[in-house]
């Protein structure tokens, strides 16, 4: 069992997701926003599951500032721009992969399983 935080500020979204990952065996945490999300960060995850377009502090915004924090935790940005120029910018950022919405149940656990796997290896 992983523990995740989920960075999402659709509520649905975050529903749909949550209940994925939990019916998966990990345990998630909620933050509806990027700064909720940066005052979570003082926990420990094995993976971060980052809406990139969000009011106020963006999740392009949180990956950023993890990464200078020097946290290694994985992350996977989701956005429903699913632009080039979009998926770059999050993997330059610092993001392991890149799922645009909407997505399929099992495109989301295959990611999900790859990044966390990376990390135990």
């Not at 992983?2 to 998630?28: S, T």
């Not at 989301?108 to 790859?114: E, F, T």
């Given at each position: 069992?992983?523990?995740?935080?989920?960075?999402e500020?659709?509520?649905?979204?975050?529903?749909?997701?949550?209940?994925?990952?939990?019916?998966?065996?990990?345990?998630?945490?909620?933050?509806?926003?990027?700064?909720?999300?940066?005052?979570?960060?003082?926990?420990?995850?094995?993976?971060?599951?980052?809406?990139?377009?969000?009011?106020?502090?963006?999740?392009?915004?949180?990956?950023?500032?993890?990464?200078?924090?020097?946290?290694?935790?994985?992350i996977?940005?989701?956005?429903?721009?699913?632009?080039?120029?979009?998926?770059?910018?999050?993997?330059?950022?610092?993001?392991?992969?890149?799922l645009g919405?909407?997505?399929?149940?099992?495109?989301?656990?295959a990611?999900?399983?790859?990044?966390?796997?990376?990390?135990?290896?």
């Amino acid at each position: 069992m992983a523990r995740i935080l989920l960075v999402e500020d659709e509520p649905l979204v975050a529903h749909m997701v949550r209940r994925i990952l939990e019916r998966a065996g990990h345990q998630v945490d909620w933050a509806s926003s990027g700064q909720a999300a940066l005052e979570k960060l003082s926990e420990p995850y094995d993976l971060v599951v980052c809406d990139l377009v969000m009011p106020g502090v963006s999740g392009l915004e949180v990956i950023q500032r993890m990464r200078a924090l020097g946290l290694s935790t994985p992350i996977l940005a989701l956005s429903a721009s699913v632009s080039e120029k979009s998926r770059r910018e999050a993997l330059e950022a610092g993001a392991q992969a890149f799922l645009g919405k909407p997505f399929e149940t099992q495109t989301l656990l295959a990611q999900v399983d790859r990044l966390l796997a990376r990390e135990e290896g």
